[in-house]
């Protein structure tokens, strides 16, 4: 499993790339939902430093967030789960950096990026950090003080393509600070409803910082009708830059576009090639910035055209042709359980554009890209998931690691994708030198009789004494995942549970591990009560311990 999710991982860095990514979202409109994260991480090429990432973990449990990033994140009334992703994200930057500290406006900015990659912890901080880094750049020299040459630039821009709102916001003293310094700090969170901003990342992430540019100005543009009757009824235009606004997104990306093609003669540092954090130990932000860039000359062509697409022979099965999708397609085929998995990811697909199967070659291109696009997380599978937020449930408190750590034989799961096949399993947690657990879980596998030793690390992740962990095994290329003991007695059963927000959709995991390989009536009636308290869903696989060997170590 592991040698075929790193196969899949390196067909995607260097297929799903932001040339062959740009002409499908200006055809589409936008990424699927549910594989934008997966999208947005590969396309922005984050590192996945594990170790570099659970050390700033365990330094931001010793932070406290700045009063005003406090207050604004009160204000914003969300959800306690999303509250505790979001405040962990921003302890997290502290951590690497303090002198983001300065930036009273970086929680919104923040906020949607969490929101959309709250479930994978150590994507969601190194997609802000790239983030900050290239689209930050603009701002950042300047600590919180809007960029001079940004801002004349913007209104310059303003004067050729939407003389008319220019117009407007002159007349009644506007300044450029007021009205496109609150698009550009916030990321555009301060004026488009969530799925307007994922929307328009989609689009930004795919192309050069000169679309950020543009799209601040054709949002100006395209409020010339609001701005006018603001202005009319002596309102407070200001506002209009400072709220949500409902917003015509095709029209908006038009414009954005428009803007984004005609200019020739973009500042280079707004047509570098993006800046990627590097694989190891995460440079610091003054590093970060002083990357070498490279540039050169903005084309029109760099928007609208796909790059070539090779063809492929990886899968004759697959009918390749000189289409971008086709190839992402086709780069995924490497084994056969994901080729028999296409046809039900492409009926799935078929279904999101409304069309019976006999009818798809009408609109295959869209069929395709939708196919294309949700097999990226085929190798991620988990088998529960439900629609709306993770559910609520209860962890144990006052969580004692000492007593937790040696060996837990795992009783029955949800099903995982990489314990497929998994008999004699087990888990063995050891304290490291520098105060991380280390995890070592066992399997036999029942098809080939193999032993199958996978090590990770897990470093707590709260500070309020509650069981909640972050584990990873940088060997598998997964990414850091929540590991919550929801209730254990450390001597006999444990209730571990995983979750995470995907769009719409939460994902859930869970395991129960016990002392005794086969543990007697009592103790399996205290985890169904655990169980049943927590309301987690009764599609548990149990696990065979028969004619196993005595000690994993042995297997």
Known sequence: MTSQHSSICEALEEKITPKKMRCLVREFGSLPSANRALVWRFLLRTPQNHASFCALVSQALELDLPDEWVRWTKKQNLRPFTESQFTRALKWLMAWSPELTCLDF???????????????????????????????????????????????????????????????????????????????????????QEKDWRQLWDHLICNRVALYVSAAVAFVCCTEPLLRHTSDRSLNIKGLFLEKQEVDMKAFLRKSYEIYDSVTNWPPMLTSEMVVLPSGNYPSLEQFMNTKLETRKHSPKDSKDCEPCEETDLFTAVETKDDCTDEILSALMFSHKIRDAVDSWKGAAIGAVGLEPGLQSKNSKKMRYLAALALLVVGASAQVVSPGPCPPVTVQQNFDIPNYLNRWYEQKKYFT???????????????????????????????????????????????????????????????????????????????????????????????????????????????????????????????????????????
């Open 106 to 192: 970086l929680p919104q900015f923040v906020l949607q990026f969490a929101s959309v990659l709250g479930g994978d912890p150590i994507s969601s901080f190194e997609v802000i950090v790239t983030a900050i880094r290239n689209w930050g750049c603009l701002w950042l020299e300047m600590c919180s003080e809007p960029p001079f040459q940004i801002m004349t630039l913007i209104e310059q821009l303003l004067q050729r393509f939407g003389p008319g709102a220019l117009e407007i916001l002159k007349k009644n003293s506007v300044s450029i600070v007021s009205y496109a310094w609150p698009l550009f700090d916030t990321g555009f969170a301060a004026v488009l």
């Open 417 to 555: 994708f990489f314990e497929q096949n998994g008999v004699c399993v087990s888990a063995t947690y050891g304290l490291n030198p520098n105060g991380t657990v280390e995890v070592r879980n066992y399997l036999i596998n029942a098809d080939t009789n193999q032993t199958e030793v996978i090590v990770g690390n897990a470093v707590v992740d709260s500070d309020t004494g509650e069981a909640k962990l972050l584990v990873n095994f940088p060997s598998a290329g997964a990414f850091a995942a929540p590991y919550w003991v929801l209730e254990t007695d450390y001597t006999r059963f444990s209730v571990v549970w995983s979750c995470a927000e995907i769009a719409t959709e939460n994902v859930q995991f869970a395991w129960v591990l016990t002392r005794e390989r086969f543990p007697d009536t009592a103790t399996l009636n205290e985890v169904e009560r655990v169980i049943a308290a927590n309301q987690l869903a009764d599609k548990f696989l149990i696990t065979s311990q028969d004619n196993c060997p005595e000690d994993p170590l042995d297997m």
